[in-house]
């Protein structure tokens, strides 16, 4: 073709023009989901005939075909995946000269329905790797450790604060057993979704209160299930409770040694009166 130019979706939903050649005329940059080119090519998955349209008393059609034989675009393939319209690809004449032939037709369709699969699998992985990243952000910005443990208790997944609370390195947890991190005697199938509160042992000996809360689930290529662990620091709020009983102790402390005093003074002015 003397003109192949390609239009790809934004995420504002417009098709924008990311490819031309040189002979392509003055083409739109960008078409709207709503305009009338898009439309039609989201009603089809056939390549769409300029000339075809142009002779159609459909005023739509017959404005659009005029439209594409003004800029020199003989034919359009819709780039269609799944019922979603994932581009367009226009095509000016042959440099031979020669039209377009039925076979001409069944390879652009042809190339058309492969080309969309391909962008549709490109869309899907972009979405599932960002979703990952996200994913991956939120695990190492939470306060409660995570932990994911394979059926053959291997940890697949271990964020920032499982190691805080663990006391172990990070980039070196993964693919290690319970043992390996400080966890052999974690009751896993005992553990439920209401969590317990246990005293956790580091690896270096110290020890943490933590709630453990245990949600079994099954990854798709697995038959036996996996776990999810989530250890949540109870340390800070043991001390506090501590210093809560120790401040209640000394207030009754305090309250204590004012009655004494109290009853001191009664038995002085008590005396006085005698003497």
Same mark, same amino acid.
């Given at each position: 073709?003397?003109?192949?130019?390609?239009?790809? =979706?934004?995420?504002?939903?417009?098709?924008?023009?990311?490819?031309?050649?040189?002979?392509?005329?003055?083409?739109? *940059?960008?078409?709207?989901?709503?305009? =009338? &080119? =898009?439309? #039609?090519?989201?009603? /089809?998955?056939?390549?769409?005939?300029?000339?075809?349209?142009?002779?159609?008393?459909?005023?739509?059609?017959?404005?659009?075909?005029?439209?594409?034989?003004? #800029?020199?675009? #003989?034919?359009?393939?819709?780039?269609?995946?799944?019922?979603? &319209?994932?581009?367009?690809?226009?095509?000016?004449?042959?440099?031979?000269?020669?039209?377009?032939?039925?076979?001409?037709?069944?390879?652009?369709?042809?190339?058309?329905?492969?080309?969309?699969?391909? %962008? $549709?699998?490109?869309?899907?992985?972009?979405?599932?790797? +960002?979703?990952? +990243?996200?994913?991956?952000?939120?695990?190492?910005?939470? *306060?409660?450790?995570?932990?994911?443990?394979?059926?053959?208790?291997?940890?697949?997944?271990?964020?920032?604060?499982?190691?805080?609370?663990?006391?172990?390195?990070?980039?070196?947890?993964?693919?290690?057993? #319970? +043992?390996?991190?400080?966890?052999?005697? %974690?009751?896993?199938?005992?553990?439920?979704?209401?969590?317990?509160?246990?005293?956790? /042992?580091?690896?270096?000996?110290?020890?943490?209160?933590? &709630?453990?809360?245990?949600? =079994?689930?099954?990854?798709?290529? $697995?038959?036996?299930?996996?776990? %999810?662990?989530?250890?949540?620091?109870?340390?800070?709020?043991?001390?506090?409770?501590?210093?809560?009983?120790?401040?209640?102790?000394?207030?009754?402390?305090?309250?204590?040694?004012?009655?004494?005093? &109290?009853?001191? %003074?009664?038995?002085?002015?008590?005396?006085?009166?005698?003497?």
């Amino acid at each position: 073709p003397s003109c192949i130019a390609v239009y790809l =979706p934004e995420r504002d939903g417009r098709l924008v023009l990311v490819s031309d050649t040189a002979e392509c005329g003055d083409l739109p *940059q960008a078409f709207h989901r709503g305009d =009338p &080119l =898009p439309y #039609l090519a989201q009603a /089809t998955d056939d390549v769409i005939l300029a000339d075809e349209l142009r002779r159609r008393r459909d005023g739509t059609a017959h404005e659009v075909g005029m439209q594409l034989v003004a #800029l020199g675009v #003989l034919l359009v393939i819709p780039l269609q995946a799944g019922g979603h &319209l994932s581009g367009l690809i226009a095509l000016g004449e042959k440099r031979s000269g020669d039209m377009y032939t039925a076979d001409d037709l069944r390879l652009l369709r042809i190339l058309g329905t492969q080309a969309a699969v391909a %962008l $549709d699998n490109v869309r899907h992985y972009e979405e599932m790797v +960002a979703l990952n +990243a996200y994913h991956a952000r939120l695990l190492q910005t939470m *306060q409660d450790g995570v932990i994911a443990i394979d059926p053959q208790g291997r940890v697949i997944t271990f964020n920032e604060a499982a190691a805080r609370i663990l006391e172990v390195e990070h980039d070196t947890a993964r693919f290690k057993q #319970l +043992a390996e991190i400080g966890l052999s005697g %974690l009751p896993l199938d005992a553990l439920g979704e209401s969590g317990a509160d246990l005293l956790l /042992t580091t690896r270096t000996g110290r020890q943490v209160p933590a &709630l453990v809360t245990v949600t =079994p689930f099954i990854r798709r290529w $697995d038959v036996e299930q996996s776990h %999810l662990v989530v250890l949540r620091d109870l340390t800070t709020l043991r001390e506090l409770e501590q210093q809560k009983v120790q401040a209640e102790r000394f207030s009754s402390m305090g309250a204590m040694e004012q009655a004494l005093r &109290l009853h001191l %003074l009664l038995l002085q002015f008590a005396q006085r009166g005698q003497v």
